[in-house]
């Protein structure tokens, strides 16, 4: 049982938002129950699985009973929901944004603009699903997908609407995989999004009756190195200083602020 259906069976709300795709590991902790984390959308599993009956994890977020369904779920992976006809990557033909939103007080918005004229109490079942694989990058981000700030501002807006109350988990997803890509910038950007994003929570709720947890399910050796000045940009080189600690041993050596550790093993089931 999975802690969004703990909170669903005791009459409270739950969500999940995340930057990467809905149906990736950490999103889908929330809602989906799978052998294997890579089943994400029908043609993602072995036919003998399928045939046995195993549910893709993007069905399983549609297909859940009413009484336990995810009530808010937004971010990326559209292509997991909709049928290689339309774009997208199921290979049974299926439209689950459609059949989504074919539920009662139900919603699928897919940009921006849409998920900013949801008016909270109006529904009780909310997908958002804003490219077809994992949202792009903060740097790259275009105006039509939402900010994970925005998303979870959203998300607490809509679940508040539950009396009693409700659990939500908010992903910054692509702090991991730009880590994991050695990219120090990229990933930096996205942990100021995800900053913005516990900052935009805490406005919102009340404190004496919420519990916030900011947490990382597993860390990257990032490191800052060197002996740069004071206001050395964090992205710049260090070294060379004069003055600098070592009796000025390091001068003249220039070398990145930031630095990578070793990249984690990215073998077979042990994808970011
Ligand atoms: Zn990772």
Known sequence: ????????????????????????????????????????????????????????IARQLVEAPARTRLNVAMGGGRSRFTPVASGGKRADGRDLTREWAQGPRAAYVADAAALAALRPGRMDHVLGLFDAEHLPDVEDRPSTVPSLADMTTKAIDLLSADRDGYFLMVE???IDHLNHANQARGALAETVDFAEAVKAALAKVDLRDTLVIVTA???????????????????????????????GRWQGLHHARLRHGPRRSQGRGAPP
Do not use: F, N
């Open 217 to 247: 399910d597993h860390s990257h050796g990032l490191t800052i190195s060197g002996y740069a000045a004071r206001g050395t940009p964090i992205l710049g080189l260090a070294g060379g200083e004069a003055g600098a600690g070592q009796g």
């Open 172 to 174: 910054g997803g692509k």
């Open 1 to 56: 049982v999975t802690l969004a259906e703990m909170a669903r069976a005791r009459g409270k709300a739950a969500g999940a938002v995340t930057t990467t795709r809905l149906t990736h590991a950490t999103p889908a902790a929330t809602y989906a129950h799978a052998a294997l984390r890579e089943w994400e959308g029908d043609a993602d599993m072995p036919a003998a699985a399928r045939a046995a009956g195993c549910a893709d």
